[in-house]
């Protein structure tokens, strides 16, 4: 079935300096979605991207969709102590989309002051 | 405000033991999830349901039951035959299809066996 990979499981960084997070599917998506998950939380969803190539922002937050649709990625531009947790990537467990998402394992931000 | 709400946040559960959780939507949301995550394994899809009266296995099913018998509700039963039971719990919703959508994530239900 669908996997999503995700890399690097843990990062970490000191306050003011970026982060990215890369995500790989094993197959052509549709769509890929990324969630926040805060420690002691619950994910929380970010952003979908849809077009091959896609680039969006949100304030500090950029999220890449590759050309061929089989990777993305989040980089987080001088982090803040409010960015700590976990970040995932999900894509559609199967190409039709209505067996829910698939969620990569995740990268643990951890920001030191 | 709308949203979904799981209960308990917490739960302990002796070896043996059926024990079901809650989740109840107020966003009018077709689609209902659950997820089991573990330290180092992400989520991972237990069941699912499009509409009501149906639903169908995700990836790891086994010692796990659902119902949805209306709408807003999708209560998660983790039966004794789940030989390792203790995860974070997560019930999600979505508008239509997830990957059109997104989910909605509840709080959670830590489940321990004891």
């Known amino acids: 079935g669908q996997q999503v990979m995700q890399i690097p499981q843990y990062q970490h960084v000191q306050e003011g300096e970026d982060f990215t997070t890369y995500c790989n599917s094993s197959?052509?998506?549709?769509?890929i979605q990324w969630y926040k998950q805060r420690p002691g939380g619950h994910p929380v969803f970010l952003i979908q991207?849809?077009?091959?190539?896609e680039v969006k922002k949100q304030k500090r937050l950029t999220f890449q969709f590759g050309e061929a649709k089989k990777n993305s990625s989040l980089h987080i531009t001088a982090t803040q102590t409010t960015d700590v947790g976990t970040y995932f990537c999900?894509?559609?467990?199967?190409?039709?989309?209505?067996?829910?998402?698939?969620f990569g394992k995740g990268t643990h931000l951890i920001i030191q002051p | 405000d709308g949203g979904i709400t799981q209960s308990p946040k917490y739960l302990f559960r002796k070896e043996g033991q059926n024990v079901t959780l809650s989740c109840e939507q107020n966003?009018?949301?077709?689609?209902m999830y659950w997820y089991r995550q573990d330290p180092g394994q992400g989520l991972r899809l237990i069941y699912y349901?499009?509409?009501?009266?149906?639903?169908q296995k995700g990836d790891i099913a086994e010692g796990y039951s659902v119902s949805r018998e209306k709408k807003e509700s999708f209560p998660l039963t983790v039966t004794s035959a789940q030989k390792n039971p203790t995860a974070f719990y997560l019930c999600?919703?979505?508008?239509?299809?997830?990957?059109?959508?997104?989910?909605?994530f509840g709080s959670g239900t830590r489940l321990t066996v004891v």
């Open positions: 999600a919703s979505s508008k239509g299809q997830a990957h059109r959508s997104g989910y909605t």
């Open positions: 197959t052509t998506l549709s769509n």
């Open positions: 991207l849809v077009k091959s190539g």
């Open positions: 999900a894509g559609p467990r199967s190409g039709g989309g209505a067996d829910g998402l698939t």
């Open positions: 966003l009018n949301h077709d689609a």
């Open positions: 349901s499009q509409i009501v009266n149906d639903f």
